[in-house]
């Protein structure tokens, strides 16, 4: 896993870069805005970040996650070739890009050949037609897909609400991708079940670890501690077949700023997610402590996907006071990327409260010893043992 990316900087295109709500009528020329995103990456990289995992690029009606032709790039955001031009951008840093992959449902005006669709609907979103995942057709589709755009030079993809794909279809389509791309990493979006037999069995990489998420909000939320002790003992037996991806913040959650009660709490949780094993994502905004709360409603994701700034330079003024907080991911990610064995190490606590924390991180050579105290302040020590 060390010779993965291990930290990415998650962007979720449409909005970061101001898109229109819907698509472009078929006749309007597509809008490069793809190249204003290659003006971000020395701010990812500077963050420390190695990797820039994208939303949703393909042509869409209206998020992204309604595709309707994953071999062309939205016209809202360019073209093919602008997407490879931030591909190789992005390599020039050492970053590495993963895109994301919509292949559980499409778009109502997918062009899909007859007995492509199952008839469902994906949740209940009438816009949102579910592919038929029984029907080879669709597998050679989906690895043809994957296979296309990593031949264009990027490292890998997440696999968007693979939880609701049967999981014998992704290991028919990571069997083909395999031999051919050894070094791609594959991610999947999967909120709760058997994450290890999930990467197992589909022949993944990793799986989105919600259950970690959760546990370090909640737990500083209600100073309730021990739930979080019991999260990492879940992370620990994760780490034994794969390295997770582990996030406070992404596009489809309310930012880790404005979801917990106390602020100065922020601190502790960045330390656990840059100290415990995985893989970490910091959703773009969360490094100035940005704030949006996600809505059950239509339009409920604007707060937490706005747009940014055509230059970095300008983030601050839409970020106030996001100084303290954009130096604390710097010196975290620093202690990390120091330490790539964290990766896959092992956490045993050490002492507990309902306040008050302490475990070890280790791989049994070195290790790293880190505190969560809330009666106090500052509340949280990350320090090597």
Same mark, same amino acid.
């Given at each position: 896993?060390?010779?993965?990316?291990?930290?990415?900087?998650?962007?979720?295109?449409?909005?970061?870069?101001?898109?229109?709500?819907?698509?472009?009528?078929?006749?309007?020329?597509?809008?490069?805005?793809?190249?204003?995103?290659?003006?971000?990456?020395?701010?990812?990289?500077?963050?420390?970040?190695?990797?820039?995992?994208?939303?949703?690029?393909?042509?869409?009606?209206?998020?992204?996650?309604?595709?309707?032709?994953?071999?062309?790039?939205?016209?809202?955001?360019? $073209? =093919?070739?602008?997407?490879?031009?931030?591909?190789?951008?992005?390599?020039?840093?050492?970053?590495?890009?993963?895109?994301?992959?919509?292949?559980? @449902?499409?778009?109502?005006?997918?062009?899909?050949?007859?007995?492509?669709?199952?008839?469902?609907?994906?949740?209940?979103? +009438?816009?949102?037609?579910?592919?038929?995942?029984?029907?080879?057709?669709?597998?050679?589709? %989906?690895?043809?897909?994957?296979?296309?755009?990593?031949?264009?030079?990027?490292?890998?993809?997440?696999? +968007?609400?693979?939880?609701?794909?049967?999981? =014998?279809?992704?290991?028919?389509?990571?069997?083909?991708?395999?031999?051919?791309?050894?070094?791609?990493?594959?991610?999947?979006?999967?909120?709760?079940? +058997?994450?290890?037999?999930? $990467?197992?069995?589909?022949?993944?990489?990793?799986?989105?670890?919600?259950?970690?998420?959760?546990?370090?909000?909640?737990?500083?939320?209600?100073?309730?501690?021990?739930?979080?002790?019991?999260?990492?003992?879940?992370?620990?037996?994760?780490?034994?077949?794969?390295?997770?991806?582990?996030?406070?913040?992404? @596009?489809? %959650?309310?930012?880790?700023?404005?979801?917990?009660? =106390?602020?100065?709490?922020?601190?502790?949780?960045?330390?656990?997610?840059?100290?415990?094993?995985?893989?970490?994502?910091?959703?773009?905004? +969360?490094?100035?402590?940005?704030?949006?709360?996600?809505?059950?409603?239509?339009?409920?994701?604007?707060?937490?996907?706005?747009?940014?700034?055509?230059?970095?330079?300008?983030?601050?003024?839409?970020?106030?006071?996001? =100084?303290? %907080?954009?130096?604390? @991911?710097?010196?975290?990610?620093?202690?990390?990327?120091?330490?790539?064995?964290?990766?896959?190490?092992?956490?045993? %606590?050490? &002492?507990? $409260?309902?306040? &008050?924390?302490?475990?070890?991180?280790?791989?049994?050579?070195?290790?790293?010893?880190?505190?969560?105290?809330?009666?106090?302040?500052?509340?949280?020590?990350?320090?090597?043992?």
């Amino acid at each position: 896993m060390e010779g993965h990316t291990m930290i990415w900087w998650h962007v979720y295109p449409l909005g970061f870069l101001g898109a229109e709500a819907e698509a472009l009528p078929a006749s309007a020329a597509p809008v490069p805005r793809l190249a204003r995103l290659e003006r971000w990456l020395d701010h990812g990289a500077d963050l420390g970040c190695d990797g820039l995992a994208l939303g949703p690029v393909f042509a869409s009606e209206t998020h992204g996650y309604d595709t309707v032709d994953h071999y062309r790039v939205d016209p809202r955001l360019g $073209t =093919e070739a602008d997407l490879v031009a931030l591909v190789g951008a992005a390599s020039s840093r050492g970053l590495g890009v993963l895109l994301d992959g919509v292949f559980n @449902h499409v778009g109502r005006s997918f062009a899909a050949p007859p007995g492509w669709l199952s008839g469902g609907t994906f949740e209940g979103h +009438d816009r949102l037609a579910e592919l038929d995942h029984g029907n080879p057709e669709v597998v050679d589709h %989906v690895a043809g897909v994957m296979a296309y755009w990593l031949e264009r030079g990027i490292a890998g993809w997440r696999l +968007d609400a693979a939880y609701a794909v049967p999981v =014998e279809f992704w290991r028919k389509v990571t069997d083909r991708l395999r031999p051919r791309f050894p070094d791609a990493w594959l991610v999947g979006e999967v909120i709760h079940g +058997d994450y290890a037999a999930f $990467t197992e069995k589909g022949g993944l990489d990793s799986v989105t670890q919600y259950e970690l998420w959760k546990a370090i909000w909640s737990s500083l939320n209600d100073r309730n501690l021990f739930e979080l002790a019991w999260a990492l003992d879940r992370h620990n037996a994760l780490l034994e077949t794969f390295a997770p991806l582990t996030f406070v913040g992404n @596009h489809d %959650v309310t930012r880790i700023a404005s979801r917990l009660d =106390e602020p100065r709490h922020l601190g502790a949780a960045l330390a656990v997610l840059f100290t415990v094993g995985g893989v970490p994502s910091v959703y773009a905004g +969360d490094e100035r402590g940005m704030r949006g709360v996600k809505e059950e409603r239509a339009g409920g994701d604007d707060a937490i996907r706005p747009a940014f700034p055509d230059d970095p330079s300008l983030l601050p003024a839409l970020t106030p006071g996001g =100084e303290e %907080v954009h130096r604390l @991911h710097r010196e975290l990610i620093a202690f990390r990327r120091e330490r790539p064995w964290l990766t896959r190490a092992r956490t045993t %606590v050490t &002492a507990l $409260t309902n306040t &008050a924390l302490s475990y070890r991180v280790s791989d049994g050579e070195r290790a790293v010893e880190v505190t969560l105290d809330l009666e106090n302040e500052p509340s949280w020590s990350v320090r090597p043992a």
